[in-house]
Nanobody, 119 residues
Framework: QVQLVESGGGLVQAGGSLRLSCSAS????????MAWYRQAPGKEREWVAG?????????KYSDSVLGRFTISRDNAKNTIYLQMNSLKLEDTAVYYC???????????WGQGTQVTVSS
């Protein structure tokens, strides 16, 4: 069983920055493929960014955040991050982290953290 806890959300003006964190427990963190998702009001949850296993796992981004967001991981701290720069109004959403073992199996979700971008 894996427990994920997000933090770092809040209210920020358009053009500003936030860094989200997701701390994991209950499993060997370095074996987890991790990702960030978000869900805006009235919309489906969408994938934002993902990072592979290992200290410098491969990273991928959705087109909507490419060049503005950076996903990273610190295996010593069992934590992943999402650095969000140049935030836009449309980035407003609840952000969730997800983890799964690299060999497959169950997916684990955090409870989410609210990000609100104001004009």
């Amino acid at each position: 069983q894996v427990q994920l806890v997000e933090s770092g959300g809040g209210l920020v003006q358009a053009g500003g920055s936030l860094r989200l964190s997701c701390s994991a427990s209950g499993s060997t963190f370095s074996n987890l493929v991790m990702a960030w998702y978000r869900q805006a009001p009235g919309k489906e949850r969408e994938w934002v960014a993902g990072i592979g296993i290992g200290g410098t796992g491969s990273r991928k981004y959705s087109d909507s955040v490419l060049g503005r967001f950076t996903i990273s991981r610190d295996n010593a701290k069992n934590t992943i991050y999402l650095q969000m720069n140049s935030l836009k109004l449309e980035d407003t959403a609840v952000y969730y982290c997800k983890g799964r073992h690299f060999a497959g199996g169950a997916e684990y979700w955090g409870q989410g953290t609210q990000v609100t971008v104001s004009s």
